[in-house]
């Protein structure tokens, strides 16, 4: 079985921040169970989601997104 590739940062986002998913879920509208799964990378949300998560917990769009390639420094 090949390895899900992760790509949001949601989970991490929350746990920086002391955050539960259910709580993200009520503040989204969203289930629990949808959450669940935007933050086990087995669904994505879609970019209308995903900015509405961004303004719910503060972040810049960007940091809630798995980096495509490495920054350049």
Do not use: F, H
Not at 31 to 38: H, I, K, P
Request: glycine share 4%.
């Amino acid at each position: 079985m090949s390895e899900k590739k992760k790509l949001n940062r949601i989970k991490d986002v929350l746990r920086q921040q002391g955050r539960t998913q259910t709580w993200l879920a009520e503040k989204i509208g969203k289930s629990y169970v949808v959450v669940t799964n935007y933050c086990n990378n087995n669904s994505q949300p879609s970019i209308e989601i995903l900015k509405k998560i961004a303004d719910v917990v503060g972040v810049d769009v960007r940091e809630l997104l798995e980096p495509s390639k490495p920054n350049p420094i």
